[in-house]
């Protein structure tokens, strides 16, 4: 007799319930897949959007710090249309006209803050040899930088490891047409001193186009070219522009500072060695007022004879002017936290042809 097996009444749930696990498996990988893109996504656009802001805003605050340079521009133009001189009594040189001048540009946010410099108020570097036969020092030149020196290393309360005459004679034979023939007296640097450096490089033989190969002369160490403690590095007294033209298309540097507007470090270098703390008389001089007006006339080279002082002394009529076309215009602008800085040096000159007034950008970096 047959007799049949019972059914299994539970096989089907079991094979139904596999199935089910299965799906919710798929659909969990899906899932998964699914949120990692959309994870993935979401950092891409947020990435993007965050890119385009940034952008965004660097180029506004580019525009806006160069609409601050132009318009340091026509405030140059406009005080040469007035006047010859250039003296920290004029609108370019006080910050409170310059920023009303600023003002007038108006932006939906943000501020700007721009400063005029001028060049010739600081000691033209490329000066102290006779150029363009840059093989002897100009006398007047040496003293200038035996005075700097001398003033600077005072300031540090511990000295400086090196040397003024070291300083001065490499500079020269960094400047001088010479070619590698000779040093100048018994501690200047040719090119054999400094191929011999980590990492090597030569001599220059030649003007400075840019004020950086200060810090790569003999005894110009980093305390000395970038300043500590407070006081000023050469990096702020120095220039390299103020070129002018000696005939028959070439050029020369007449080493002139305005010494109306030079800062106090280069004014004691003007002086003579023993009158050198008379250089913040000069400077206070310059800007002392009575009732917001200007008290003094500093229009004129030998107003340095009228302080408190100073009459017996005389400064060579070689060395100071009142008068420059060479400036920075440092403009920095600044929105939402994030600022952007413009170092321009223009030269206020004449356009050929229409004669009018320009200012010709001669380098313009962005900081």
């Given at each position: 007799m047959f007799i049949a097996k019972p059914k299994n009444k539970h096989a089907p749930e079991r094979r139904i319930g596999n199935q089910h696990g299965v799906a919710i498996l798929?659909?969990?990988?899906?899932?998964?897949?699914?949120?990692?893109?959309?994870?993935?996504?979401?950092?891409?656009?947020?990435?993007?959007?965050?890119?385009?802001?940034?952008?965004?805003?660097?180029?506004?605050?580019?525009?806006?710090?160069v609409s601050g340079a132009h318009a340091a521009m026509i405030m140059l133009i406009n005080d040469r249309k007035a006047n010859d001189t250039d003296t920290l009594q004029e609108d370019w040189a006080n910050p409170e006209k310059v920023a009303e001048m600023m003002a007038l540009m108006p932006f939906e946010d943000g501020n700007l803050d721009v400063r005029i410099v001028d060049e010739r108020g600081k000691i033209q570097v490329n000066a102290l040899v006779k150029f363009p036969e840059g093989r002897q020092f100009v006398a007047t030149?040496?003293?200038?930088?035996?005075?700097?020196?001398?003033?600077?290393?005072?300031?540090?309360?511990?000295?400086?490891?090196?040397?003024?005459?070291?300083?001065?004679?490499?500079?020269?034979?960094?400047?001088?047409?010479?070619?590698?023939?000779?040093?100048?007296?018994?501690?200047?640097?040719?090119?054999?001193?400094?191929?011999?450096?980590?990492?090597?490089?030569?001599?220059?033989?030649?003007?400075?186009?840019?004020?950086?190969?200060?810090?790569?002369?003999?005894?110009?160490?980093?305390q000395l070219y970038d300043g500590a403690g407070g006081v000023a590095g050469l990096s702020s007294l120095l220039t390299v522009y103020g070129a002018t033209a000696s005939g028959n298309s070439r050029f020369t540097f007449d080493g002139k500072i305005n010494i109306s507007t030079a800062g106090i470090d280069v004014l004691a270098a003007l002086l003579p060695m023993e009158n050198a703390d008379l250089a913040q008389a000069l400077a206070d001089y310059r800007v002392a007022k009575a009732d917001e007006t200007f008290v003094?006339?500093?229009?004129?080279?030998?107003w340095y004879?009228?302080?408190?002082?100073?009459?017996?002394?005389?400064?060579?009529?070689?060395?100071?002017?009142?008068?420059?076309?060479?400036?920075?215009?440092?403009?920095?602008?600044?929105r939402h936290q994030k600022s952007y800085t413009l170092n321009v040096v223009v030269q206020r000159q004449k356009a050929q042809g229409t004669g009018q007034w320009e200012c010709k950008t001669l380098n313009w970096q962005v900081e």
């Amino acid at each position: 007799m047959f007799i049949a097996k019972p059914k299994n009444k539970h096989a089907p749930e079991r094979r139904i319930g596999n199935q089910h696990g299965v799906a919710i498996l798929v659909a969990i990988g899906v899932v998964a897949v699914l949120l990692t893109a959309g994870l993935a996504l979401n950092q891409r656009i947020r990435s993007s959007v965050t890119d385009a802001v940034r952008i965004r805003d660097e180029l506004v605050l580019s525009q806006m710090a160069v609409s601050g340079a132009h318009a340091a521009m026509i405030m140059l133009i406009n005080d040469r249309k007035a006047n010859d001189t250039d003296t920290l009594q004029e609108d370019w040189a006080n910050p409170e006209k310059v920023a009303e001048m600023m003002a007038l540009m108006p932006f939906e946010d943000g501020n700007l803050d721009v400063r005029i410099v001028d060049e010739r108020g600081k000691i033209q570097v490329n000066a102290l040899v006779k150029f363009p036969e840059g093989r002897q020092f100009v006398a007047t030149q040496r003293t200038l930088w035996e005075r700097l020196l001398e003033h600077v290393f005072s300031l540090f309360e511990a000295q400086p490891d090196s040397d003024p005459n070291m300083i001065i004679n490499s500079l020269k034979d960094w400047l001088d047409s010479g070619d590698d023939d000779a040093i100048t007296g018994l501690s200047g640097a040719e090119s054999d001193y400094y191929e011999g450096l980590e990492p090597p490089y030569s001599c220059k033989n030649g003007p400075m186009d840019n004020l950086g190969e200060v810090a790569l002369i003999q005894g110009v160490t980093p305390q000395l070219y970038d300043g500590a403690g407070g006081v000023a590095g050469l990096s702020s007294l120095l220039t390299v522009y103020g070129a002018t033209a000696s005939g028959n298309s070439r050029f020369t540097f007449d080493g002139k500072i305005n010494i109306s507007t030079a800062g106090i470090d280069v004014l004691a270098a003007l002086l003579p060695m023993e009158n050198a703390d008379l250089a913040q008389a000069l400077a206070d001089y310059r800007v002392a007022k009575a009732d917001e007006t200007f008290v003094n006339d500093i229009a004129q080279a030998g107003w340095y004879k009228n302080v408190p002082g100073a009459g017996g002394i005389s400064i060579d009529a070689n060395l100071i002017t009142v008068s420059s076309d060479f400036f920075r215009i440092i403009a920095t602008a600044k929105r939402h936290q994030k600022s952007y800085t413009l170092n321009v040096v223009v030269q206020r000159q004449k356009a050929q042809g229409t004669g009018q007034w320009e200012c010709k950008t001669l380098n313009w970096q962005v900081e």
